[in-house]
C-alpha cells in the first residue's frame, strides 16, 4: 500500500506540473485573473497534492507507475517519502484534486511520463528484483565411509552393545547427529553384529559396519547338583543340575546341554557342562556313587552237608541281591574256613567294584563211612562190635535188628567218644540172627550229622 501511494503522489506531481504549464499558456493568451500558485490556495503543492493525485489517478497508470517507482525508491526513501505526502494532503483536496488531473491529463502524457519513470530505474536495482535463489548444493553420500570402533570383537554379556564408534569419510571426520545417525543391528547373542550409519545433514546413503560378538566362555560357572550322592543300583544316574555364571542362571539347552560320564558303576561320576549359543567352553561336576552293601544279600550253597574227604571242600555259591544275580571275579569274592575237617565250614562272600560288606554262609562236613572191624557173639544173649576208630568223629552209633532193612527187634547202641571203638550190646533175643551195621557222627551244636553206614554184618545170638 505504501508503494501505490508513493507511486501516485510522483504522477501526480509531474501532472501538477504540466497542469500548471497549461494554466500560464492560457493567461499569457489574455486571462491573467489566475495565478498558477493559486490553483491551490493557502496550501502548498508540495503539501496537498500527493493525496488528491493518488485518489485521481486511473488504475492502470496507478499500478504501471507504482510498480516502476517500487524499483527506483530505495526503502528508506519510499518510506520516508509515503509518510510525508500522506500526511500533508488532506483527503478533501485529494480528491478534487483527482478528479481534475484524470480529465486534464491526455493519454500521451501519461504514456510519456510513465517511459519517463521506467527510464529513471537504475539498471541494478530492475537487474536485483529479477534474480532468484541458488539451487541447494548436492548431498554428498555416505555409502564409502570408514566406521570404525574400539574393538573389532567383544564377548557376550546378555546385553545390548554398542561401541564407540567413529566416522570418517574420505580422511574427515564426521559429526553424530549431525552428519550422520547410528543404530545397531544383531548387538546383544554371539555373532556378528552390524553398525548402521544413516547419512543426515549435508550427507545421504547408508554405511554398513560390523563387529562380532564372542560366546561367553563357561569354565568359570558354578555347577549345583540336586543329589551328590547315591548307592549303586546298576541304573544311571542323572541328577538334576543347575548352572549359573556370574550370578545369572543359564537355561539347560540354549545356554548349555549336559552329558554324563562313568555314572553308572560305584566312583566318582561326572556331568559334563558344555556351553552353546551365547556361551563357550565346558565346566565339569561330580557326584558320588557308592558300592551297594551285601548285608541283604542271598547265599546259596550247591550242598549244605558234605561228607569228609580229607581236603578243602569248596562247594559253589550263588550269590543275589534283590532278584539279581551277581557274577563272581566283578562283583564279588568268596573265601572258605573250616572247610577241611568235619563239622561246619563257612563260606564268605565279600563285595567287590559295586558292591561292599560281606555276607556269610555255611556247610557241613560230615564223617565218612565207618567200617566194622570184628563182630563177636558172647553167651547171655550178648553181642560185641568192634570199630575202626575215625578222628573226625564225636562218636558212633550201632544198630542191631532181627532183619535187615532194620525194622524187626532193632536195637541202637551209642559210643559218645570216638575214642571208644569197642561195645558190648546185652539183652538180645537169643538163637536169631541179626544184622549189625555202624556210623559216625559229628556234632554240632545240639545236632549230629552221621556218616554213612558201614556194611551189614551178621551174628546169631547163643
Do not use: H, W
Not at 548402521?196 to 568359570?220: Q, R
Not at 578243602?312 to 532278584?323: N, Y
Not at 532193612?405 to 551209642?414: A, D, G, L, P
Amino acid at each position: 500500500m505504501t508503494f501505490k501511494r508513493i507511486a501516485s503522489a510522483v504522477t501526480a506531481l509531474v501532472m501538477v506540473g504540466g497542469m500548471i504549464g497549461a494554466q500560464s499558456i492560457i493567461s499569457a493568451a489574455g486571462d491573467n485573473t489566475t495565478e498558477p500558485q493559486e490553483l491551490f490556495p493557502n496550501t502548498s503543492a508540495a503539501d496537498s497534492t500527493p493525496d488528491s493525485v493518488a485518489e485521481s489517478t486511473p488504475d492502470s497508470a496507478a499500478d504501471s507507475t507504482s510498480d516502476s517507482v517500487a524499483e527506483s525508491t530505495p526503502d528508506s526513501a519510499a518510506d520516508s517519502t509515503s509518510d510525508s505526502v500522506a500526511e500533508s494532503i488532506p483527503d478533501s483536496a485529494a480528491d478534487s484534486t483527482s478528479d481534475s488531473v484524470a480529465e486534464s491529463i491526455p493519454d500521451s502524457a501519461a504514456d510519456s511520463t510513465s517511459d519517463s519513470v521506467a527510464e529513471s530505474t537504475p539498471d541494478s536495482k530492475a537487474d536485483d528484483s529479477s534474480k532468484t535463489d541458488p539451487p541447494p548444493a548436492a548431498k554428498l553420500s555416505i555409502a564409502n565411509a570408514v566406521i570404525e570402533t574400539g574393538s573389532s570383537s567383544y564377548t557376550y554379556t546378555g546385553r545390548a552393545i554398542s561401541p564407540l564408534t567413529s566416522v570418517a569419510l574420505d580422511g574427515a571426520s564426521l559429526t553424530p547427529g549431525r552428519d550422520y545417525t547410528l543404530s545397531y543391528v544383531n548387538n546383544i547373542n554371539a555373532g556378528t553384529a552390524l553398525i548402521i550409519v544413516n547419512g543426515c545433514g549435508s550427507y545421504e546413503g547408508t554405511a554398513i559396519g560390523t563387529f562380532t560378538i564372542s560366546p561367553k566362555p563357561i569354565s568359570a560357572a558354578d555347577v549345583a547338583l540336586g543329589q551328590s550322592s547315591f548307592t549303586y543300583s546298576g541304573k544311571p544316574f542323572t541328577p538334576s543340575v543347575t548352572v549359573s555364571l556370574d550370578g545369572t542362571a543359564l537355561a539347560a539347552d540354549s545356554d548349555y546341554t549336559l552329558s554324563f560320564i562313568n555314572n553308572v558303576n560305584a566312583g566318582t561320576a561326572s556331568v559334563i557342562v558344555s556351553g552353546c549359543n551365547n556361551y563357550s567352553g565346558t565346566v565339569i561336576g561330580s557326584f558320588t556313587i557308592s558300592p551297594r552293601s551285601l548285608a541283604s544279600a542271598a547265599v546259596s550253597i550247591s550242598g549244605k552237608v558234605y561228607t569228609y574227604t580229607g581236603k578243602a571242600i569248596k562247594p559253589a555259591a550263588a550269590v543275589t541281591l534283590s532278584g539279581a544275580t551277581l557274577k563272581k571275579g566283578s562283583d564279588y569274592t568268596i573265601s572258605y574256613s573250616g572247610n577241611l575237617n568235619t563239622g561246619r565250614a563257612t563260606v564268605r562272600v565279600t563285595g567287590k567294584g559295586n558292591y561292599k560288606s560281606s555276607k556269610t554262609a555255611y556247610f557241613y562236613i560230615k564223617p565218612k563211612a565207618m567200617k566194622i572191624s570184628e563182630v563177636k557173639a558172647l553167651g547171655s544173649r550178648k553181642v560185641k562190635v568192634k570199630l575202626k576208630k575215625d578222628v573226625q568223629a564225636t562218636g558212633y552209633q550201632i544198630v542191631l535188628a532181627t532183619n535187615s532193612s532194620f525194622t524187626k527187634n532193632k536195637k541202637t547202641v551209642y559210643l559218645k567218644k570216638n575214642t571208644s571203638t569197642a561195645k558190648t550190646v546185652t539183652g538180645l533175643l537169643k538163637g536169631k540172627k541179626y544184622y549189625i551195621r555202624a556210623r559216625a557222627y559229628k556234632t554240632v551244636g545240639t545236632k549230629k550229622y552221621y556218616g554213612g553206614y558201614s556194611a551189614n554184618k551178621t551174628i546169631k545170638v547163643k
